[in-house]
């Protein structure tokens, strides 16, 4: 009998848009930081105005999604997003 092991959700959101210079500053750090287990995903949740540079400087195993921005009440997961840079 096989088992199949979920992949772990490694994921982080920030709460403000940042500079031009601290987003790739946290890119930075990201990118130098050592192989993830094959049984996880890593998703940044960025603001919108820096999605497409995020992706574009962001080592391909770390996906980007956008924040979500407002206030509701239940939020189940931070994966969800209103949009997902592929």
């Known amino acids: 009998m096989s ?3 979920a992949k772990a959700l490694i994921g ?5 848009n940042g500079t031009v210079a601290s987003v790739q500053s946290m890119a930075d750090v990201l990118n130098k ?3 993830f287990s094959a049984n996880s995903e890593v998703v940044i949740a960025a603001p919108s105005i820096h999605l497409l540079s995020l992706k574009s400087i962001l080592r391909p195993d770390i996906s980007v999604a956008a924040e ?3 206030n509701s009440i239940i ?4 994966y969800y997003a209103d ?3 592929t």
Do not use: A, D, E, P
Request: glycine fraction near 20%; proline fraction near 0%; include cysteine.
């Open 75 to 78: 939020v189940r997961s931070f």
């Open 33 to 35: 930081g050592g192989l």
């Open 83 to 85: 949009i997902l840079i």
């Open 68 to 70: 979500v921005s407002g």
């Open 3 to 5: 088992t199949k092991i």
């Open 12 to 16: 982080g959101n920030w709460k403000c």
